[in-house]
């Protein structure tokens, strides 16, 4: 089983949920605003910390979720870099993505919503492929394909690779 778990996220959470179980094919169980965002928030960037939410998420989610991945709509941030759209533990159980910097308004641009919806899924499939082993592929079409630019989202695949699903296969079949 995959927890979703939202915090104070935005978007469509069943398309998620519905795209998720079809994709991993298990079963993915909802946590709506499972954890209190504040604690995560650095004053002097305006933005929240991946990590600490990574590491909460390690601490308090039930043991029978084999995954957990947190959704939001706040703006995350690691030390070295401007923003993340999400992070993973590699090898590890929990991941969160954010929808803030996959959203069209994030850039003056305007929204659009369905194109959002992929992004999150795109996005997401990505930080639960990390937490399967999976590191960053370079085949074009995988959704392991690392993405600096929402663009760069846009024009790789919804799905992994034959290498990476190979690499993971054993992973993502323990998750049934
Ligand atoms: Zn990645
Ligand atoms: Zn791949």
């Known amino acids: ?13 069943d398309y998620l949920r519905r795209s998720l179980r079809k994709g991993f ?5 909802v946590s709506l605003n499972g954890l209190d965002p504040k604690p995560f ?3 002097d960037r305006g933005q929240y910390s991946s990590t600490s939410i990574i590491e909460r998420l390690e601490q308090e989610t039930p043991a029978k979720a084999s995954k957990v991945l947190a959704v939001t709509g ?3 941030y690691i030390p070295i870099l401007t923003f993340v759209f999400g992070e993973a533990r590699l090898n590890g159980r929990c991941a969160v993505v954010s929808s803030y910097r996959l959203d069209n308004r994030s850039y003056g ?11 999150m899924l795109k996005e997401s499939t990505h930080e639960l492929g990390h937490t399967l082993g999976l590191i960053h592929c370079q085949d074009q079409e995988c959704v392991m394909k690392s993405s600096t630019y929402v663009e760069e989202i846009d024009f790789k695949g919804s799905w992994f690779c034959r290498r990476c699903r190979d690499f993971c296969g054993t992973a993502l079949s323990r998750l049934k």
């Open 74 to 76: 706040l703006d995350l």
């Open 41 to 43: 928030f650095n004053p």
């Open 1 to 13: 089983m995959i927890l979703l778990v939202t915090i104070d996220f935005p978007g469509d959470v």
């Open 109 to 119: 641009l305007r929204p659009n919503p369905s194109l959002l919806q992929k992004r």
């Open 25 to 29: 094919d298990t079963e993915i169980d």
